[in-house]
Each structure stands twice: as C-alpha cells, then as structure tokens.
Nanobody, 124 residues
Framework: VQLVESGGGSVQAGGSLRLSCVASGYTDSRSCMGWFRQAPGKEREGVAIIGGDDTTTYADSVKGRFTISRDSAKNTLYLQMDSLRPEDTATYYC????????????????????WGQGTQVTVS
C-alpha cells in the first residue's frame, strides 16, 4: 500500500488549497481514509475522516471550512481547505486502514497502518 500526497503550499489567510492523496495497493476502494496534521512542537491531530459509505467526521477546528471527499475511480482522497487560518499551518498526512471505520478514529491516529509522506501547508 502506498499513499502519496500533493497540493500543499503557502497561502495567505482566507485563501484555499486542495490536497490530494493517491492510494495504490488497496484492494478495497471504500477503505476508511483520513487526513491528519502535525504542527512543529505539537502532536499529530485528526482533521477529517471518511468511511466506506462516505460518512464524514471533522475536527471542530475545521468544521465548515474543510471538506473531505474521494474519487474511488481514481483511488484519490481529497481535502478541500477554505478560509485558511495561520493556525492551520502544519504538515498534512493522508492515512488509510481497512473497511471498518468510526468517527472515534479521528482521535486515534494509531489505528491507521498506512501513511503518506506528508505535504506542508503554510498560512500567513
């Protein structure tokens, strides 16, 4: 299994970015997938997850600003980030696991066995 993120960059506050994560090696295109982020000196935190039935869960800090989605035909996970704030600055990671999903997993990065290399998002 390989996850490859792209789409990070530098943007001014109030701007938008769309992150992408191409997944290869998954036999189940409806796997539980998520986005996590880690800022310098802080622990990794869950941003959003999407279940096999496309049920989504978001961290309170990004609700109404970020949208997680997927294109199963392209094996690609997305994170649309609008109204970005300086506190959104972090390295963003794509993560995946098997078909079983729960909103509880947003706070459980340890249950995701597959991770991308991360993409940097800087908001000034």
């Amino acid at each position: 299994v390989q996850l490859v993120e792209s789409g990070g960059g530098s943007v001014q506050a109030g701007g938008s970015l769309r992150l992408s994560c191409v997944a290869s090696g998954y036999t189940d295109s409806r796997s539980c997938m998520g986005w996590f982020r880690q800022a310098p000196g802080k622990e990794r935190e869950g941003v959003a997850i999407i279940g096999g039935d496309d049920t989504t869960t978001y961290a309170d800090s990004v609700k109404g600003r970020f949208t997680i989605s997927r294109d199963s035909a392209k094996n690609t996970l997305y994170l649309q980030m609008d109204s970005l704030r300086p506190e959104d600055t972090a390295t963003y990671y794509c993560a995946g696991r098997g078909a079983v999903c729960s909103d509880y997993y947003l706070s459980r990065a340890d249950v995701f066995p597959h991770w991308g290399q991360g993409t940097q998002v800087t908001v000034s």
